[in-house]
């Protein structure tokens, strides 16, 4: 076949119930900006919406292969429910009819299919019943030891007819669903460098909020190893469009004074609550509009409810926890599938590791630890914040 007479496509699904209303429009629009975005290292050539997906359409001569690496790609970018690979043409029969056999050829290991036509106006003859039996009838000849199935086959050919064009695809796989990350405001996600916060501050990109990431280094009291951990967790999180900025902000000074003068079973509250504050004057700054972390209920000393309401009532800003109810193993499994496990598994120094007590309060009572707090200087925070680097990824 001609070159000319079809295009490799991607064609994204998103979840029709998440973008309902009014809010539609403006949804869809994000969607599309974030693709065209992410996918400036890709062969694309377009992107657009069509009769309610978004098709992503790849340059004259992209190969099958990088087709896959696109579609693949593209499944990981929040706000897609199913991203299907295949052509685009113009709607001719024959021309259709051979696209659905290269398309059911590239589907990868399959043993049953079926044909679902469509067509969005009645000017194309034949119907889509026709289609179905007629387009299945070449598949049949061109696969002839496969099976057609019409309940749960393995792989569905879609023949979708949209005025004068036709989209053949077969190959499907599931995106990583959710809303597109930018529909959902602004917020601070304190990113350590360890397992769950790159976990958490996904979990929220993925209800549509744009993450800008916080990291507290021990700096000078301990080396910078964790920065580097941390920008290399940024920049996964970049790569599926979830977070294009970090501050590091080093403590270790300010810990240090802490660890001094205060009592040091109350030292890990102390330090989080100075990180509350500072988070709060960044997001004032940045116009977020609550703070992230990774802390999951009773999964360390100091991560017990009533530590967690000695911590939080440093912040203004409401503070989400998307982690509180998962454990060490579900984490895991999705620091494994964001790509974030191997960076967090590394060894680094950071504040979490400095000037530790012994034995952490488990049970912090928020009167006992205010008035520690009365020796801090306001001007910390304030100190603290000017000192706050920025960093793009
Ligand atoms: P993580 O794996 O995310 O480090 P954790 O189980 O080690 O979590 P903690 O060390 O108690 O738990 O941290 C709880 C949360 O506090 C982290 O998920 C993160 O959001 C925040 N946090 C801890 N340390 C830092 C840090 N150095 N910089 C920024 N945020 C931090
Ligand atoms: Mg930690």
């Not at 290991?109 to 106006?121: D, I």
């Not at 109810?325 to 680094?348: M, N, P, V």
């Amino acid at each position: 076949m001609a070159a000319d007479t079809f295009q490799r496509v991607v064609l994204v699904h998103y979840h029709e119930i998440g973008l309902k209303g009014h809010n539609r429009g403006r949804f869809e629009q994000k969607l599309v900006d974030n693709i065209k975005a992410l996918t400036c290292d890709f062969p694309v050539s377009a992107c657009h919406r069509i009769s309610g997906r978004i098709v992503v359409f790849l340059k004259e001569g992209t190969t099958h292969d990088e087709q896959v690496r696109a579609q693949e790609f593209i499944a990981t970018i929040p706000g897609i429910q199913r991203v299907s690979a295949g052509f685009k043409c113009l709607a001719e029969y024959d021309t259709m009819k051979e696209l659905a056999v290269e398309a059911l050829a590239d589907a990868g290991e399959f043993q049953t299919f079926k044909v679902q036509a469509r067509r969005n106006h009645t000017n194309f003859e034949p119907d889509s019943m026709v289609l179905n039996r007629e387009i299945g009838e070449v598949l049949c000849n061109a696969f002839p030891e496969k099976k057609v199935k019409m309940k749960e086959p393995d792989v569905t050919v879609n023949v979708e007819v949209i005025e004068n064009q036709c989209f053949v695809c077969a190959r499907s796989i599931a995106g990583v669903g959710g809303l597109p990350v930018g529909t959902s405001g602004k917020v601070i996600c304190l990113l350590s460098s360890g397992i769950d916060s790159p976990v958490a501050a996904w979990k929220i990109a993925k209800r549509g909020a744009t993450c800008i990431g916080v990291h507290f280094s021990g700096r000078p009291q301990t080396g910078d190893e964790s920065e580097y951990l941390v920008d290399d967790i940024a920049r996964v999180l970049a790569k599926r469009g979830c977070m294009h900025q970090y501050f590091v902000c080093p403590i270790g000074d300010y810990q240090r004074k802490i660890a001094l003068s205060c009592t040091p079973k109350l030292r890990v509250v102390l330090y989080r609550r100075l990180m509350f504050k500072v988070a709060n004057a960044l997001a004032e700054q940045c116009g977020a509009k609550a703070i992230v972390t990774g802390e999951s209920l009773g999964q360390v000393a100091s991560q017990t409810i009533e530590n967690m309401i000695a911590t939080s009532d440093a912040s203004e800003k409401m503070v989400l926890r998307p982690l509180i109810g998962f454990d060490k193993l579900e984490i895991i499994d999705e620091a494994i599938r964001l790509g974030t496990f191997e960076i967090s598994s590394q060894d680094a120094s950071d504040c979490c590791t400095l000037f530790m007590p012994k034995m952490p309060e488990t049970h912090a009572h928020l009167d006992e630890v205010k008035k520690e707090e009365e020796f801090f200087d306001p001007s910390w925070i304030d100190e603290i914040v000017a000192s706050a680097e920025l960093h793009r990824v």
